[in-house]
T-cell receptor
Framework: DQQVKQNSPSLSVQEGRISILNCDYT??????FLWYKKYPAEGPTFLIS?????DKNEDGRFTVFLNKSAKHLSLHIVPSQPGDSAVYFC????????????FGAGTQVVVTP | GAGVSQSPSNKVTEKGKDVELRCDPI?????LYWYRQRLGQGLEFLIY????????KSGLPSDRFSAERTGESVSTLTIQRTQQEDSAVYLC?????????????FGSGTRLTVV
C-alpha cells in the first residue's frame, strides 16, 4: 500500500527553467514532509522539509508547497542547474510514529544545457 | 566515522544462499534504520533500532529477514535463503535519537542481486 506517490518517474528540464516535482499522499495523519535528493551510487541526502502547519517553505532555489486539503506537495527548483540532475524522493511521517518515513518512488530529473 | 558506511557496496548471490549486509552508523547516533528500494519503487521501511529498546521490525517482509545491532554500533541485516525478489538496494540510515527536521543520514547502500 503506497501511501506516498510520485507519479512522474522522470522529468527533463532546460537549464535555467523551473523544475516542478509533484508528490501525493493518502494518509491524513502525515504531518511532516521531506524531500531527499539522490545521486547515482550515493545515499539520499536531505534537501528541504515542510511541516503541516505551513503551506510553503523556501531555501534558496528550492521551494516546497503543501496543499493539505488536496494531500499534495510539490518541489520547485528555480532556476534549474545541471547539478540538480538527480533522483528526488518525497517522504512523509505522522507524528505518532515519528521517524518511520514513507517514501515515494522518486522522480529522475535531468537538466539539459 | 564521518558518515554512514555500508558494506559490501555490491553483492551478487545465488538464489537460496544467505547474505549478510553491514551498516556502520555515524558515531553517537542512537537510531538506525534499514530500508530497501526495489527497482521502480520507493524506499521501503524494514526495521528500526533505537538505543537499547526493542527494535521495530514491522517492515520486515518475511521471517527470512532479520537484523541485529549491538548497542549503538554496527548493524547487520541477514537474508536467509535469498529469492530473486530480494534483489534491491538496501539502505541504512542513522540519526541522533529521533530524527530531527532534517531526517536521517543515509549510507550509499548495498546493491543486492540474486541470480
Amino acid at each position: 500500500d503506497q501511501q506516498v506517490k510520485q507519479n512522474s518517474p522522470s522529468l527533463s528540464v532546460q537549464e535555467g527553467r523551473i523544475s516542478i516535482l509533484n508528490c501525493d499522499y493518502t494518509n491524513s495523519m502525515f504531518d511532516y514532509f521531506l524531500w531527499y535528493k539522490k545521486y547515482p551510487a550515493e545515499g539520499p541526502t536531505f534537501l528541504i522539509s515542510i511541516s503541516s502547519i505551513k503551506d510553503k517553505n523556501e531555501d534558496g532555489r528550492f521551494t516546497v508547497f503543501l496543499n493539505k486539503s488536496a494531500k499534495h506537495l510539490s518541489l520547485h527548483i528555480v532556476p534549474s542547474q545541471p547539478g540538480d540532475s538527480a533522483v528526488y524522493f518525497c517522504a512523509a511521517s505522522p507524528t505518532d510514529s515519528w521517524g518511520k518515513f514513507q517514501f515515494g518512488a522518486g522522480t529522475q530529473v535531468v537538466v539539459t544545457p | 566515522g564521518a558518515g554512514v558506511s555500508q558494506s559490501p557496496s555490491n553483492k551478487v548471490t545465488e538464489k537460496g544462499k544467505d547474505v549478510e549486509l553491514r551498516c556502520d552508523p555515524i558515531s553517537g547516533h542512537t537510531a538506525l534504520y534499514w530500508y530497501r528500494q526495489r527497482l521502480g519503487q520507493g524506499l521501503e521501511f524494514l526495521i528500526y533500532f533505537q538505543g537499547n529498546s526493542a527494535p521495530d521490525k514491522s517492515g520486515l517482509p518475511s521471517d527470512r529477514f532479520s537484523a541485529e545491532r549491538t548497542g549503538e554500533s554496527v548493524s547487520t541485516l541477514t537474508i536467509q535463503r535469498t529469492q530473486q525478489e530480494d534483489s534491491a538496494v538496501y539502505l541504512c540510515a542513522s540519526s541522533l535519537g529521533l530524527p530531527g527536521p532534517y531526517g536521517y543520514t543515509f549510507g550509499s547502500g548495498t546493491r543486492l542481486t540474486v541470480v
